[in-house]
Structure formats: structure tokens, C-alpha cells
Nanobody, 124 residues
Framework: QVQLVESGGGLVQAGGSLRLSCAAS????????MGWFRQAPGKEREFVAVISRSAGFTYYTDSVKGRFTISRDNAKNTLSLQMNSLKPEDTAVYYC?????????????????WGQGTQVTVSS
């Protein structure tokens, strides 16, 4: 089992920044690729960013490229998402997730453990 707890969400004006964190406990953190997903009201959960086990590979959905940065610290068992130049359309509940898949993946079904989510609201 892996337990994931997100933090750092909140209310911010458009153009502002937030940094989300995800604290992991349980099994060896570096055994998992880690991803961030988000879900807006009335919409399906969607992929945001993924980072490989060793942090050597990252990938982002097009809408956040150049604005968001995913990172991890395997020594501290933490995952982060730095979000800059936020837009109202970034408003959602953000989830971190852990995947045992060998390759970093964007598919929700490939993730084995999920956090409870943290709300991000961007006002216009």
C-alpha cells in the first residue's frame, strides 16, 4: 500500500502561482512513477503531468506545458507541482497518483494509488 496526501491548494487570481505537494508513505517511493491529475466539476478526471521513477523523464498535457513543472524528491518521498501563470480553466481538484507501471503513463487506469485531492480555484 502507498498512502498519498496532497496539500497546497487554494484560491488564487489568474496569473498567480501555487505549489502543490504530495507526501507519500508506505512502500518505496522510488518504485513508482508519479502523476498529477485534475477533475473539474462535471468533467472526467484528466492527466496533467507525469514523472518517471528516477525523475529522468517528465511529460505534460499540452494545456499546461511551459506553465507547470512536476518534480520529485525520492529521499523525502515527496512529489510537487509548481503551477505558474494560472488560468481560470485550471480550476479543479488536483490529485497525485502512483503507478507501478515500468513506463511513465498518462492513463488513469494505470495508476494504483490515489490521494484524496486538493482544490485549486483560479479567479478571473
Amino acid at each position: 500500500q502507498v498512502q498519498l496526501v496532497e496539500s497546497g491548494g487554494g484560491l488564487v487570481q489568474a496569473g498567480g502561482s501555487l505549489r502543490l505537494s504530495c507526501a507519500a508513505s508506505g512502500r518505496t517511493f522510488s518504485d513508482y512513477a508519479m502523476g498529477w491529475f485534475r477533475q473539474a466539476p462535471g468533467k472526467e478526471r484528466e492527466f496533467v503531468a507525469v514523472i518517471s521513477r528516477s525523475a529522468g523523464f517528465t511529460y505534460y498535457t499540452d494545456s499546461v506545458k511551459g506553465r507547470f513543472t512536476i518534480s520529485r524528491d525520492n529521499a523525502k518521498n515527496t512529489l510537487s507541482l509548481q503551477m505558474n501563470s494560472l488560468k481560470p480553466e485550471d480550476t479543479a481538484v488536483y490529485y497525485c497518483a502512483a503507478s507501478r507501471a515500468v513506463a511513465a503513463t498518462t492513463h488513469t487506469r494505470s495508476y494504483d494509488y490515489w490521494g484524496q485531492g486538493t482544490q485549486v480555484t483560479v479567479s478571473s
